[in-house]
């Protein structure tokens, strides 16, 4: 995809924060980033840093209260998803931008069958008729790899293994032909075997289709197979975005640095000891106002404490969002 | 033997742990799932044996079974020279202190109305003649031990991270200074950055305390890290068992050769140009394996014998066991 394209979906300055009991947490600060048509964009980050938060608040799917989507453009389609109606938004959602979650026993209705999941976005936003949905459903159970479709569409979500209710939670993803589909760790709940069958499928499917795709998980492992870029997310900020090589080669913020230093792999030297990233991860009471990395950070220094670094552009579609400049050993100009 | 250079301190022979299926009105048995189905393996004194497959094939139920957690189906089990595979539950608890488990969900196996300090003297007030002072002294070095501020002794599990309620569950697991630990997942609910260190810290209390440990996983990347051998299991029985270096340079059996495959490997160039074998289908259902081969519906170099016989679990390579008819041709002179 030629760098120049216009993104199918542009996201700026996207902030949420929730009301709690305790307080306000603020899950997403300023999240900016956009999506090329027919790319895959990975988005990686501990539990926690706002991965989901940020793609459930671009769709209008956060429950307010708790949630306040308090600021931000969503732009797609020539329209500010942050500011359209129920209705519109209800139409690009399951419609032009398909989306996927975490675990499918809990996203699929187990008193419907898989044949009618499937038919009602057909229905509902392509105005299908109910043989015409039939057909085509039938069609993308066997485009996602279910043996046997026609027979299965009457079967109901507890019949299927984890793994089938994952390709079927993608069929329903898929079902409008979107232009972006959004995928919040689709396999952590499965097998790596079965993990492996889905990854596949989605290079398929991207060949044929065409489609944008964002792609959630915690996972570097898979993020190195699939994606063309690479978002890292730390406190709901992005710290660190680049091409999936370069972020793997010349990662540049101490997050990711270290994060990649962490991870064990089955090729490779085996490391005597396991590098660790001391602490724990943030919660963010206030809106960042000092680097929210810094109580874990092996090269903070005064201004980390004072001021949230934004993201530096470092050239090549990479940007970084620290003080340290990694490569001369120096602190950034102020 | 099994293994003839070092001495075994667990030793576990063709165990069987069946559950029932009861169905009806009338709850009638009508058939079982045959969760751990004839494993045998050893564990060495001092080592880590991993124990890797996916979900549901049985590594829980093993690891539970070994330390007689439940009564088992049929086998032998020996540990620390015991007998206990047909010792009555009453018996054994004398035996428990020497054997202790850690759990994947740190949440849940911890009681939310006992503090800290309650929940690590627990096993201390059940098994030992200590005094108070005493005790608190032991959960105090317990404490200090696992990287627990002392300071937090009288706080409650809630108040607690992750990372940190897996820290207490691993102190009350070494509260009866036990020989050998099976650690069940857990690093699974954890998150990246602290996994690693929980990892470290099991392998500091290992040197620490000559700990034995059997590690059951579905991470193949940090078995590889931190076991000294690793058994494969499919389908309630141990496919491959080999030592770590051998396991994944070269596996033998085709499913072990399928799951390395399938882990995602961090370093896009390998990636991409990976030749992965994705296997087809589903892992069947315990309660209904196939005949012969447990892993002929799905295995990419089935053969014919694979469908009707079940392949034996033997020694392919000196310290190297497995269960395929690939491998049965140079059977004679191994065994
Ligand atoms: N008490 C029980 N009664 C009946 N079936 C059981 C029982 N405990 C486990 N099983 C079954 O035995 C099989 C093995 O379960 P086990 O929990 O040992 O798997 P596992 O390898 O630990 O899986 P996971 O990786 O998901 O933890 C499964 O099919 C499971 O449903
Ligand atoms: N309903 C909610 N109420 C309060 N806080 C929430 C809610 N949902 C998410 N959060 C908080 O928002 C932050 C980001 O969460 P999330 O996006 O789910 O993380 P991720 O998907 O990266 O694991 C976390 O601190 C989380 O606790
Ligand atoms: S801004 Fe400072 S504390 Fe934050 S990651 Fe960079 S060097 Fe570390
Ligand atoms: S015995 Fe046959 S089916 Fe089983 S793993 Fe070996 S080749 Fe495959
Ligand atoms: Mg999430
Ligand atoms: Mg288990």
């Known amino acids: 995809m030629p760098d120049g394209a216009l993104p199918v979906l542009d996201v700026q300055n996207l902030k949420t924060v929730f009301q709690t009991r305790s307080g306000e947490v603020h899950a997403v600060n300023d999240v900016s980033f956009s999506l090329r048509p027919g790319e895959l964009l990975g988005v990686v980050g501990e539990s926690g840093s706002g991965k989901s938060v940020t793609m459930m608040s671009l769709l209008g799917l956060l429950p307010t209260p708790p949630a306040d989507v308090r600021g931000g453009t969503v732009m797609f389609d020539d329209k500010d998803l942050l500011n359209v109606n129920a209705k519109t938004l209800r139409d690009v959602r399951g419609g032009k931008i398909g989306f996927v979650f975490q675990d499918p026993m809990t996203s699929l209705n187990p008193v419907y069958n898989v044949g009618m999941q499937i038919m009602e976005p057909l229905r509902k936003h392509m105005g299908m008729n109910k043989k015409q949905a039939a057909a085509r459903a039938q069609e993308l159970l066997e485009l996602v790899g279910i043996p046997d479709a026609k027979r299965r569409l009457a079967d109901y979500p507890h019949q299927f293994s984890g793994g ?22 689709p396999t952590t709940a499965l097998d790596v075997t079965i993990q492996a069958q889905i990854l596949e499928l989605m290079k398929d499917l991207r060949a044929k289709l065409g489609m944008a795709v964002i792609w959630i998980t915690h996972d570097l492992g898979v993020i190195a197979g699939i994606a063309d870029r690479v978002m890292v997310m730390y406190g709901g900020q992005v710290v660190e975005h680049a091409p999936v090589d370069v972020l793997f080669s010349d990662p540049q913020h101490p997050y990711t640095r270290a994060l990649l230093k962490t991870i064990p792999t089955i090729t490779g030297e085996r490391a005597a000891r396991l590098t660790v990233i001391e602490g724990q991860p943030p919660i963010m009471k206030d809106a960042p106002a000092s680097c929210a990395f810094r109580d874990r950070c092996d090269v903070a220094f005064n201004r980390c404490a004072v001021e949230n670094p934004p993201r530096y552009d470092l050239g090549a579609g990479h940007d970084a969002a620290c003080f340290y400049d990694a490569r001369t050993g120096e602190p950034r100009d102020a | 033997m099994l293994d003839t250079e070092n001495t075994p301190l667990v030793s576990v022979r063709d165990l069987k742990m069946h559950f029932p299926i009861h169905a009806g009105l009338l709850r009638r048995r009508v058939g079982e799932v045959k969760a751990v189905d004839g494993v045998s393996f050893d564990v060495i004194e001092g080592e880590t044996l991993g124990l890797v497959g996916e979900s549901g094939c049985g590594k829980s139920t093993c690891g539970r079974a070994v330390l007689r957690l439940y009564d088992i189906t049929s086998g032998e089990i020996t540990i620390d020279g015991d007998e206990i595979g047909d010792t009555s539950q009453a018996a ?15 949440q849940a196996s911890l009681n939310p109305r006992m503090t800290v300090e309650a929940i690590i003297k627990e096993p201390l007030d059940e098994h030992t003649k200590l005094s108070e002072l005493e005790k608190r002294e032991k959960v105090g070095e317990l404490m200090d031990a696992v990287g627990l501020n ?95 270096e051998a396991l994944y340079a070269e596996p033998l059996h085709p499913y ?29 259902s315990p309660a209904n394996p196939p005949k012969g081969c447990n892993f002929c519906t799905r295995c990419p170099s089935v053969m014919d014998i694979c469908k009707t016989t079940e392949p034996t679990y033997f020694e392919v390579q000196p310290g190297r066991f497995t269960a395929c008819h690939l491998y049965e041709n140079n059977n004679d002179t191994a065994e």
């Open chain 2, 150 to 244: 002392r300071q937090f002794a009288k706080r409650y599990p809630q108040a607690f991270s992750g990372g940190q309620r897996q820290r207490i569950g691993i102190a009350r697991a070494l509260a009866l200074n036990p020989k050998f630990i099976v650690c069940d997942e857990p690093i699974a609910a954890l998150d990246v950055s602290i996994q690693a260190q929980v990892v470290n810290l099991l392998e500091d209390l290992q040197e620490q305390f000559g700990l034995t440990y059997l590690f059951i996983s579905h991470d193949l990347s940090m078995v590889r890290h931190i076991a000294t051998r690793v058994a494969v299991m499919y389908l309630g029985k141990i496919v491959e068992l080999a030592p770590r």
């Open chain 1, 164 to 185: 089938m209710r994952q390709r079927v939670m993608i069929a329903i993803a898929l079902a409008c032909d979107p232009q972006v589909l959004i995928a919040d760790e």
């Open chain 2, 256 to 284: 072990t050769k399928a799951l390395l495959s399938a882990v995602p490997d961090p370093d896009p160039s390998l990636a991409k140009a990976s030749n992965r074998i994705v296997l087809q289908g589903d892992v069947p």
């Open chain 2, 92 to 106: 054994l608890r004398t035996k428990r202190p020497a054997m202790q488990m850690v759990f994947q969900d740190p």
